[in-house]
Structure formats: C-alpha cells, structure tokens
C-alpha cells in the first residue's frame, strides 16, 4: 500500500518535470544543431570566395 503511493507521487513529479527537461534536450539540440550548420556555411562560403 504504500510503495503504490510512493510511486503515484513520483510519476506524478517526473511528469510535472518532464516537458521542462524535454524542452531543455531540445533546445540544446536544436541550438548545437544550429551553431554547426552555420560554422558549415561560414566554411562553404570561405573556402568558396578564395
């Protein structure tokens, strides 16, 4: 009996917090993403204008 409510409450706390640390991954992601793709085009338009 209580273990079960144990674990209600801590799924309950890991989904209140679970967007908050997705939002988090794919903000990183996306920003790392991002900062590669225009150092890559920095590099094309260097190597290209030389």
């Known amino acids: 009996m209580n ?3 144990n674990n209600q ?3 309950h ?3 209140i917090e679970e967007p908050v ?3 988090q991954h ?4 996306s ?3 991002m900062a590669s793709l225009i150092s890559f ?3 094309m ?3 290209n204008t030389r």
Do not use: H, N, R
């Open 26 to 29: 794919t903000a990183l992601l």
């Open 21 to 23: 640390t997705k939002w």
């Open 3 to 5: 273990k079960s409510t």
């Open 9 to 11: 409450t801590a799924t």
């Open 13 to 15: 706390a890991m989904a």
């Open 31 to 33: 920003l790392f993403i």
């Open 45 to 47: 338009i260097e190597a």
């Open 41 to 43: 085009i920095v590099v």
